[in-house]
């Protein structure tokens, strides 16, 4: 955590407020966090979530609540100063999983669980959004949108990006996802790229169906999706050079109904990732080359189908520094770490079409808290002292972003 003094910074009001205010608005987020982790709703459809995140923000004097789409919600303040206009993100959905924590605020509705963190997200915005609405002015402009439907590609980023006129006038932008695999209180920032573009792929193989005891008359499109299966790792290992990162996994593999009949079509799914947009450009035609080759061997058709899912999200240098700066003052250099690149997929990547911007992760991992499993997994939880530690950093960061100068 942080004293007073690492968070003073020129001519913004009352840093020390911050501290001040710890120890109740530490609460507040854990009440805030509670809330939401007790009400999970599944992307695109987060109606009672946006109508509890716009009431809190209603109750916060100084900004301007309005609903874009109809499960986000925009916190808008303006300030008299000069300054510049800074984007803050939240994403706000949960995911179709069935929670297996047992503590006393697991999910009420079964089947949907925040299992990525994403209630601890809100809470944080929410908790940046009254310091803000309590600073007696504002450099610039600070706009905080806490987005639906980070978890179901085509995202709620892109509708908000592309479809509404959140992103008219803003400069820069910026947004934080905690990570339970970095220790509670630890920063991590990376310029460049950062996390991957997550393509999906979807394949049917078109055989011919008989008899198990006669595989000479039939076309097994089991056998030859088993080959597809093992080729593709070719496109990786052979296709590209060893230092262009690129994932081919296959997730899905369905066909057949019983031990003696060798059925007509298998159907297989999977994903690509990748940071490079070059690469990523050819992946689809090198990964349907092995598919057309192997099919083509062995007699059967197919129907392969290439989905480019969110954007490789690749961090502004400058922004990522500066953000780095911030994390040095808020949590300490000791706390502040280089941010590894993963082949997860983020939707924040949609902001960076139209702005420079950088995404940063704040550690939630507490082993005395079994907040360490992996996002996504039915026992993520995460250790709310990392609540505070994110509120800090994003408060600092959209003081530090909007100045006119920086
Ligand atoms: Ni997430």
Same mark, same amino acid.
């Given at each position: 955590m942080t004293s007073s003094e690492d968070l003073?910074?020129?001519?913004? =009001?009352? /840093?020390?407020r911050l501290s001040a205010l710890e120890p109740q608005l530490s609460a507040q987020l854990v009440t805030w966090r509670r809330h939401l982790h007790m009400n999970p709703e599944i992307s695109f459809q987060e109606h009672q979530t946006a109508a509890y995140i716009a009431g809190e923000l209603r109750g916060m004097p100084g900004l301007e609540v309005s609903q874009l789409t109809p499960t986000s919600v925009l916190a808008v303040r303006k300030g008299t100063r000069p300054g510049r206009t800074v984007l803050l993100r939240a994403d706000i959905d949960a995911l179709p999983i069935l929670e297996e924590n047992t503590f006393?605020?697991?999910?009420?509705?079964?089947? @949907?669980?925040? @299992?990525?963190g994403h209630d601890g997200h809100t809470a944080i915005l929410l908790g940046v959004a009254r310091l803000v609405s309590e600073a007696p002015d504002w450099d610039g402009e600070l706009r905080m949108i806490f987005q639906?439907?980070?978890?179901?590609? =085509?995202?709620?980023a892109e509708e908000l990006v %592309?479809?509404?006129?959140?992103?008219? !006038?803003?400069?820069v932008a910026t947004g934080l996802h905690l990570n339970s695999q970095l220790p509670a209180g630890v920063v991590a920032v990376r310029p460049g @790229?950062?996390?991957?573009?997550p393509d999906n792929i979807y394949l049917t193989i078109l055989g011919r169906g008989g008899h198990a005891a006669h595989p000479e008359e039939a076309i097994d499109p089991i056998a030859i999706g088993a080959q597809v299966v093992t080729n593709l790792q070719h496109v990786v290992s052979r296709g590209v050079s060893a230092l262009d990162a690129l994932v081919v996994s296959v997730t899905y593999f369905q066909a057949g109904t019983t031990t003696n009949v060798i059925p007509d079509r298998a159907e297989l799914k999977g994903t690509v990732r990748s940071f490079d947009p070059g690469l990523r450009e050819r992946a689809p035609a090198l990964i349907e080359r092995v598919i057309r080759g192997v099919c083509e061997a062995h007699g059967a058709r197919y129907e392969y189908r290439y989905e480019n899912g969110y954007r490789p999200l690749i961090n502004n240098d400058g922004v990522a520094e500066t953000l780095r700066q911030v994390a040095v003052e808020t949590v300490g250099e000791e706390r502040t770490r280089l941010a590894q690149p993963t082949m997860g997929g983020e939707d924040f990547s949609a902001y960076l079409e139209k702005v420079p911007g950088a995404y940063f992760n704040v550690g939630s991992g507490n082993p005395e808290l079994e907040? !360490? %499993? /992996?996002?996504?997994? /039915?026992r993520f939880t995460i250790d709310e002292a990392a609540l505070t530690t994110g509120v800090q950093m994003m408060y600092a960061a959209a003081v530090r972003l909007g100045k006119a100068e920086l």
């Open positions: 003073q910074n020129g001519t913004q =009001p009352r /840093p020390e006393d605020f697991v999910s009420q509705h079964q089947g @949907a669980m925040h @299992a990525c639906h439907a980070e978890e179901q590609s =085509p995202g709620g %592309f479809s509404t006129r959140l992103m008219d !006038g803003v400069d @790229a950062f996390m991957a573009a907040s !360490g %499993f /992996p996002h996504h997994h /039915p």
